[in-house]
């Protein structure tokens, strides 16, 4: 696993573009990513012994009022390696690294069956841009009660 780089880009796009349902970018989560560089150093790839892209995680910075957040995601492994940890590899990986780099918090829009092997739970008082299922807003701390008091809209990042 490496962190991506910028040769990596559109094969990661591409991988996407076959995991997901077509218009996924039409989801709220991008509007929070449009025009957002992802959080450098984060982002990584997973490719096989012959180079071939088999999975791929990127990370972008948010606020949810003046606290800053990573949002994990898209995270995404190929139908045809999908079930042999690696998307688990690319979650603990990157997110060992989260820490180091002064991260405090994490969260996400997924599936709760998925991420609670993770340590994720239902962020009920943070609120995505509409349209999102509130049941699939998930969080974890990265240092510890990080998400104690956190509450509100979660907004783009700025500066
Ligand atoms: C979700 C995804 C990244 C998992 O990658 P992976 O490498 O297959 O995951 P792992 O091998 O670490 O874990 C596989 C386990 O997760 C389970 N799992 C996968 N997706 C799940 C989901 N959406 N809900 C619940 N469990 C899920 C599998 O059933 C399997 O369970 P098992 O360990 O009991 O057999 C991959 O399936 C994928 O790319 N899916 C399409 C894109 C996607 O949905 N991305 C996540 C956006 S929220």
Known sequence: MTPEAPDDHWEVEALY???FAPGR?????Y???DGVPPVAGLSHVARDSGGILAGAIRYWP????????????PVAVHPTRQGE????ALVETSLAQAAPLGWERVMLVGDAPYYSR???T?????EMPPPTNPARVLGRAI????WTGITGKVSRWRD
Not at 143 to 146: G, H, S
């Open 62 to 73: 948010i606020r949810i009022g003046a606290a800053e957040a990573l949002l994990l995601g």
């Open 143 to 146: 240092t510890p009660e990080a």
């Open 118 to 120: 993770f340590g994720f």
């Open 25 to 29: 970018e039409a989801l709220s989560s």
């Open 122 to 126: 239902l962020l009920q008082d943070v």
């Open 85 to 88: 940890g690696l998307g688990a």
């Open 17 to 19: 573009d076959t995991c």
């Open 31 to 33: 509007r929070l990513r």
